[in-house]
């Protein structure tokens, strides 16, 4: 497996090696050995997973958690295709305000790796793209933020070809300067401190 670290400060890149045949393929999107060597930790324990499903054109985020808790995550494609990007949210990180983007595909099937307190969005280009979350904590609805995805300031590359679908919430998200005025935003020292205690704890606690 290849791993490359992101424009955003602890966001890493990962691809793994592709086994197809006559019968399909096999791919392992997560190995213990590769995160640890790119992260400088094991993976955190994982309390949660996600899955969704959407149709092309759907944009979601950007979506972040309040530090603390904060959440890391480790986002893979398991059907369809997408163009996942990181935003780093975090106040006194060397890269806020800055992003990246990676395509997750069925040809290369690469995952992503989000550190504490980064914002996640993603564009669905195809329909019933199903993305794949593993996370280091439980969804807790009071503790999840949302900022604009057509913030200008940010200028994510969200056009799918078609008029951009968002739910309710994401279409009302402020901007990153308002987060930032409100003082909604995670600090990067608290992000990297718990992201550290996270790469602590046993995977069987």
Known sequence: ??????????????????????????????????FADAHG????????TNHSRSKRGVVRGVHYTTTPPGTAKYVYCASGQALDI????R?????????????????DHRAMYFPVGVGHAFVALEDDTVMWYLLSTAYEPRNELALSVLD??????VDPGV???LS??????????????????PEYATCVEIERRLSEVPQTA
């Not at 930790?41 to 949660?48: M, Y």
């Not at 990181?86 to 949210?89: E, G, P, R, Y």
């Not at 200008?152 to 590359?157: E, N, Q, S, V, Y």
């Not at 309710?168 to 935003?185: F, S, Y």
Request: hydrophobic residues 45%.
């Open 91 to 107: 106040v006194g990180s060397p890269t806020f305000g800055k992003w990246d983007a990676v395509l997750l595909d069925q040809r």
């Open 163 to 165: 008029e951009p679908i």
């Open 1 to 34: 497996m290849q791993a490359r670290k992101l424009a955003v400060e602890g966001a890493i890149e990962f691809t793994p090696r592709v086994f197809p045949d006559d019968r399909g393929l096999f791919v392992s999107p997560l190995q213990e050995e590769a």
């Open 152 to 157: 200008p300031a940010l200028g994510l590359p």
């Open 86 to 89: 990181v935003v780093d949210l």
């Open 168 to 185: 309710e919430r994401d279409q009302v998200a402020i901007t990153l300067a308002e987060a930032e005025r409100r003082g909604l935003l």
């Open 41 to 48: 930790g094991p993976l955190f324990r994982v309390v949660q």
